[in-house]
């Protein structure tokens, strides 16, 4: 990996400075060629990086932001009144090309919108999409839209299913990823007219369509890419994560309960270690903001410092595989063979 400088926008998030910060200590141990830059309140970002032996590192500085968007601030507020937000300084910073991506574990739409206002969309995407990789039987899926667009046309639907085959080419090295579109059913005959009209135009564009997966088919790894609208992907995911929750919160009662399951656990405890492994989301977080003329990466809000990290792992990726760039390729050899089939 060569020179890489990622802004993390390091009051953002459930836990602020204390996590980013941490994050950012094991991200520069891992990565030998990453530059990170600390948005944020300058005094209170200078003590955790000296409580985290930071200090005389020179892979690391500050840039000061003087205010903070609140998790539960309104997109439109936080666009409006706080430009000097830690978030909007760091998504400054990749316009004006002073770093290659942006990290945050801050308001998911006020992220959103700021990063349309400041970075635009690339050109031929008409909105951008959040996108992660979710854990199934035979690895992970990558599914988008995930909450930023909770009702999409069928054009919308076909622009997310380019750019979620360019993200898992380009990620995952898989050279012709396959793509679902999440239905009711998988029969051609069910859903509405609009995504039987989805389901037609992805078809026709030439990517690897598999057609229509239901909801279990997210975690059975049927298809590489799933694409859906932001309301019922959003809801997917927190269902996801919900179950994940249950399963674990079940099996720890049931070997608590007298002193033969204790015994038991004692044995099963690699099993029991290796499904924790498994189904912890904070394996899988970071999610993408897809269309954007630039990278920015969401982190859960509530992200620990090693998932955290998993999101500054998602952005050296695509800043090493240069996403943005790879979409709008795509995008335009799209729209070309669309003209040339009109003349």
Known sequence: MGKQIIALDAMGGDHGAPVTVGAAKLALDEFPGLELVLVGDQQQLQVEIENHGLSDNPRIRIHHASEIVAMDEMPVVALKKKKDSSMRVAINLVDDGSVQACVSAGNTGALMATSKFVLKTIK?????AICTALPGIKGHTHMLDLGANLECEPEILLEFA??????ARSVEGIKNPSIGLLNVGSEAV???????????????SGLNYHGFVEGDDIYKGTVDVIVTDGFVGNVSLKTGEGL???VSHVLQSEFKRNWRTRLAAVVAMPVLSAVRRKL????YNGATLLGLNGIVVKSHGSANTSSFLNAIRIASIEIEKDVPQRISSVIESHFKQAEEAVT
Do not use: F
Not at 124 to 128: D, H, L, Q, V
Not at 190 to 204: M, V
């Open 162 to 167: 380019v750019m979620g085959s360019v993200l």
């Open 244 to 246: 994940a929750a249950l």
């Open 280 to 283: 912890d989301p904070g394996r």
């Open 124 to 128: 031929g995407i008409s909105r951008p």
């Open 190 to 204: 069910k859903g509405s007219e609009s995504i039987k009209r989805a389901s037609q135009l992805i078809a026709e």
